[in-house]
């Protein structure tokens, strides 16, 4: 556990009735590893417990709007947090993290940065997304293909098999990225960094192939506090924007709010 000023506040916070209620964390799927800790930590500090809901940001603020109780939503894009507060559903929303694309490719695939594009739009490469709408990853990565000059081709070669509404679920405790890939699913599968990295640490035979400059594709994660929600609620987002949340961010992987 961190032993720093904030937590030092956190725990003081503990006896004030208002901590007492349990606060739900609805996030972003790419944030599970790294947002499960920081809700351990802030439990430990505050005797808070914390429940956590993760999954792809666009069904988790649908939830959200069908009446399911969320206080805090961590998204992996600033779009989807924005339209809750728009709403008059969520209050301001913050930046608190920030990630990128790379691709993930078999081993069998001969690929570089420098030749990702070529292989994508090979006619033999069967090349994965996420959905797009859905999952902001699925977004990003139409995005990426926008910059290629080659949109409607990678369009409408893509495969979206993860983060939809009716998309192949993993086992448990399964990473959903390896899981796609160990199945044969794909040749190529863009998603975030982040979940790259934990891809093949439970399939070290994955490739990590960074995205070149001209192609690259930035993420920006937004929070925002829901309405009508207990006062932890707002202690746990201030937790997440801390430089000690922003470091457990960081080991994860992610770029932290500041741009460190």
């Known amino acids: 556990m961190f032993r720093t000023p904030i937590l030092a506040i956190l725990v003081a916070m503990t006896v004030t009735p208002a901590m007492a209620q349990d606060v739900s964390l609805y996030a972003a799927g790419s944030l599970k590893a790294a947002l499960t800790d920081v809700a351990t930590t802030f439990t430990a500090a505050t005797g808070t417990p914390v ?13 959200i709007e069908a009446g399911e109780t ?19 559903t969520g209050g301001p ?8 694309l790379c691709a993930l490719a ?47 081709a990678l369009k409408d070669k893509a ?21 796609v890939m160990g199945g044969d699913k794909a040749d190529v599968f863009l998603t975030y960094c982040t979940n790259a990295v934990l891809a093949q640490r439970e399939l070290p035979e994955l490739q990590i192939v960074q995205i070149p400059k001209a192609l690259s594709v930035g993420a920006d994660y937004g929070l925002t506090v829901l309405a009508d929600a207990p006062e932890a609620a707002q202690a746990l987002a201030d937790f997440i924007l801390s430089p000690e949340g922003q470091a457990v961010l960081a080991g994860y992987g992610f770029d932290t709010a500041n741009g460190g």
């Open 93 to 100: 929303v913050q930046l608190f993290a920030r990630n990128r």
């Open 159 to 179: 495969l979206h098999l993860t983060g939809g509404p009716d998309s192949a679920q993993p086992p448990e405790g399964r990473n959903p990225y390896a899981w």
């Open 51 to 63: 429940t956590t809901t993760f999954g792809p940001s666009g069904l988790m603020r649908e939830r």
């Open 106 to 152: 078999q081993p069998k695939v001969t690929v570089s940065g420098e030749t990702l594009l070529d292989v994508m739009l090979d006619k033999g490469t069967r090349l994965g997304t996420s959905t797009p709408g859905a999952d902001p990853a699925g977004d990003y990565a139409m995005a990426l293909f926008d910059k290629s000059g080659h949109a409607e």
């Open 70 to 88: 969320a206080h805090v939503f961590a998204s992996a894009n600033m779009a989807h947090p924005q339209k809750l507060a728009e709403a008059g």
